[in-house]
């Protein structure tokens, strides 16, 4: 059962309410996460592994002055996040998070939740829909990444977003998003963008505003 944690509402500099909440996760994990806004449309925001739920703000507040209720969580073994193998980062179950904060969100009211999730925690986003009912969830944005699982089980509308020079210690990360793209099931959408800039970390380059732009449209979409 999901555990609200007794905290004082703060007004953000966009008019709307940021709450500090705390629930479990199907496996004895416990999530804690930050909530913005009000409305029956929701948004998890899932952040990459050089971030934390606080480096989300700006977007959540952004998202949130739009009309979606959004909840940015710390993954297990972040922040005052717990639970099973968060030791092994490699193979943590971090789509439990994710799927924790989806369905926090629909049993408060949510009629549709939406991730957006940023490197390894677009990963995580993918997986969870895999692993998920269908309808579950509505739809999916990756920043500058993919599912762990194979794509073409994906059960959600998806948008991937990356930039073209984009790379890690392999090489380009532009191969594998794209063949991860190729077999994920319509409706979906790929957008690359110029530059080098890994996923959150496109947010700080001057392609920020246009990110948003696509992602808030996506969102919105009938």
């Known amino acids: 059962m999901s555990v609200l944690c007794t905290v004082p509402l703060v007004l953000t500099t966009l ?15 416990r999530v804690c ?15 990459g592994g050089r971030f934390n739920k606080e480096s989300w703000r700006e977007q959540a507040r952004a998202l949130a002055s739009k009309g979606f209720r959004i909840l940015a969580i710390d993954f297990r073994g972040f922040g005052c996040s717990t ?25 408060h009211g949510a009629k ?5 999730g940023g490197s390894f925690g677009g990963g995580a986003a993918g997986d969870a ?5 269908p309808g579950e969830i509505d739809r999916i944005v990756f920043l500058g990444a993919a599912p762990n699982l194979s794509a073409e089980k994906l059960k ?6 990356f ?14 998003i794209r063949a991860q793209y190729e077999k994920a099931p319509q ?12 996923a959150q970390f496109l947010f700080q380059t001057d392609q920020s505003t246009r990110v948003m732009q696509e992602i808030l449209r996506f969102l919105s979409m009938p």
Not at 112 to 116: A, G, I, K, L, P
Not at 187 to 198: C, F, Q, R, T, W
């Open 83 to 107: 639970g099973p193998g968060q030791t092994d980062f490699d193979n943590a179950p971090f789509e439990n998070d994710v799927l924790a904060a989806v369905r926090y969100l629909k049993a």
């Open 187 to 198: 409706p979906k959408e790929l957008i690359v963008l110029d530059g080098s800039a890994h």
């Open 33 to 47: 996460a930050d909530l913005y806004g009000h409305g029956t449309r929701a948004v998890v925001l899932a952040h």
């Open 112 to 116: 549709t939740v939406s991730v957006v």
């Open 163 to 176: 930039a073209r020079d984009d790379c890690n210690d392999s090489g380009l990360r532009l191969p594998g």
């Open 15 to 29: 008019g709307a309410t940021q709450q500090t909440i705390l629930f479990s996760t199907e496996d004895g994990g």
């Open 129 to 133: 829909p895999i692993k998920s009912a």
């Open 156 to 161: 959600s509308r998806s948008l991937f977003i």
